[in-house]
Each structure stands twice: as C-alpha cells, then as structure tokens.
C-alpha cells in the first residue's frame, strides 16, 4: 500500500487504522464491481492486473488497466453512491486490499492531509479519461497501438489481445493486422 506510506502521519499510526483496510486474494476473472451496482470499495491493487470495462449492448469495452500500487473504483459510483458505469474484473491472480466509503470518511476526517492525496489520485484518472477520449478521437488505430506499447509495456505480456484490441477501439483481428505490419 504504498499511497499510504507517502503520508507520515497514517504510517506513524498504522498500527490503529490498518483495521480498516481489507486484504484480499482474487482469481482471474473475478469481479470485483458488477455496472449497476452501486460501488462501496475503493480497490488497491498490492499485486496482479485488473481492468474497468463497460458492457455497450453485449459489447464489452475495456477503458482502463491497472497494476501494482494503482488504485481503482468506480469513482463516480463511490462518490455520488450511484449505479456504476463499470464493472471492475481481475485480469491475473491478484491482491488487493479494499478500503470502503466509511472507512475512507474516518480516514480523511482523522487525517486531513489524505484529502490531497486523493485529489491527486482523482485527477490522474481524469486526465488519463481526457487521453483515452481524444486518442479515440483523433488517433488512428495504429497510433493508439503504437503509443499503448510505448506508454504500457508490463500490460502487453500481462493482458489477453482481447482486451487490449477493446481498450484500443478495434477489433482482434485488426489488433493482429496491425501487428504484423510492425
């Protein structure tokens, strides 16, 4: 949980809080947040890869991979206790440890300076839905491949072609042609 190490005073106190986080081992392909459903959990992921995705009327469309020492919710869900736009699915065995709304509001009341950094947190995710939306925008297929090998090469052994070829906006097999013309 390295977020938690950055702020002096959660580590000085761990020994009391670290009641409110939970520790959890997954298998692939596990669900972690179904879309529909209201999100409780902000998940840090300590070990394994996990991707949002959203169903588009059967079509399954990944928007976001995560790794080791990132963080992932369905944020708007979490904040506005609404129905998700995502399910949230383990790609490989994974450790993950489970922070709920409550006890993120005990944390944040005890130490005022977490605030920050989940503002910092909140707006990666945003600028990376800035990115992710203009590439799909203005990149060709090919540019977006060539940039998401560049940007993210532990995913590309990591991930299934499939969810790379969904997160891209193209199909496996012109994920594949694309490929073979590199």
């Not at 692939?28 to 169903?55: M, Q």
């Not at 399954?60 to 736009?85: A, R």
């Not at 940039?147 to 012109?174: C, M, W």
Request: proline share 4%; hydrophobic share 40%.
């Amino acid at each position: 949980m390295n977020i938690f190490n950055e702020i002096p005073e959660i580590k000085k106190h761990w020994h009391e809080i670290q009641h409110l986080f939970i520790q959890k081992n997954f298998a692939p392909k596990t669900t972690l947040l179904l879309e529909g459903d209201i999100s409780d959990y902000i998940f840090f992921i300590n070990k394994g890869a996990v991707r949002l995705w959203n169903n588009d009327d059967g079509k399954d469309i990944t928007v976001q991979f995560f790794l080791e020492n990132q963080v992932v919710s369905s944020f708007e869900s979490f904040y506005l206790k609404q129905p998700s736009n995502f399910s949230i699915e383990t790609i490989e065995n994974a450790q993950v440890t489970l922070l709920s709304r409550e006890s993120l509001a005990l944390l944040t009341t005890r130490f005022p300076t977490l605030n920050n950094v989940i503002t910092n947190l909140v707006c990666e995710r945003f600028i990376d839905y800035s990115n992710f939306f203009l590439s799909r925008i203005k990149d060709t297929p090919e540019k977006r491949y060539q940039d998401f090998i560049e940007n993210n090469p532990a995913l590309i052994k990591r991930v299934p072609q499939h969810y790379i070829a969904s997160y891209l906006g193209i199909t496996p097999v012109s994920l594949s042609r694309i490929k073979n013309r590199k």
